[in-house]
C-alpha cells in the first residue's frame, strides 16, 4: 500500500449567506467525520477558539457549529505584516433520521470541538438469534 504524505490544508474563507453584523472574516473549520456502531464523531479545528465562544446550534435536522476568535492584537499594537489570518468559523450540516438529537455531546479542548452524535436504537447494528426448529 502506497504511504500518505500529510499535506497541509489552506482555511477555505466561507461564502456569505447573510448579512453578518460582526466584521472580519469567516472560515469553515475543516471537519473529520468517523462512525462508530454507536455514533458519528465529528472533529471540527477551530484554531484560537475559546471553549466559551463556541456555538452549536439544532433546529430542524440542521446542525450549526460557529465559534468566535478575540482579536490578535494586544492593546497598543498595530499590525505590521499579517501572513495567517483569522477570524470566525461557522459550518453546517444536514442531519439525518439516525441521530439521536437529545444525546448529541460536545467538548472543545485546544482549538479541537469533538461532537458525538449519538445513533437512534434503530440504526444500532444488532444479532438477530436464529432458533432451531
Known amino acids: 500500500m502506497a504511504e500518505k504524505e500529510l499535506q497541509a490544508k489552506a482555511k477555505a474563507e466561507a461564502p ?11 472560515f469553515l473549520p475543516a471537519v473529520d467525520i468517523f462512525e462508530t456502531p454507536e455514533a458519528l464523531v465529528m472533529v471540527a479545528d477551530m484554531p484560537g ?18 465559534g468566535e476568535v478575540a482579536a490578535p492584537l494586544g492593546q497598543g499594537e498595530t499590525m505590521v505584516d499579517q501572513e495567517y489570518f483569522t477570524g470566525d468559523f461557522i459550518r453546517e450540516f444536514q442531519l439525518g433520521s439516525l441521530i439521536n438529537q437529545a444525546k448529541i455531546e460536545a467538548v472543545m479542548k485546544d482549538g479541537v470541538l469533538r461532537l458525538v452524535l449519538a445513533k437512534v436504537e434503530r440504526a444500532k447494528p444488532r ?7
Request: hydrophobic share 45%; glycine share 6%; charged share 35%.
Open 127 to 133: 444479532k438477530i438469534a436464529v432458533k432451531a426448529a
Open 49 to 66: 477558539v475559546a471553549a466559551d465562544k463556541v456555538t452549536v446550534d439544532l433546529r430542524d435536522n440542521h446542525l450549526v457549529i460557529s
Open 16 to 26: 456569505a449567506k447573510g448579512e453578518r453584523v460582526r466584521p472580519g472574516r469567516v
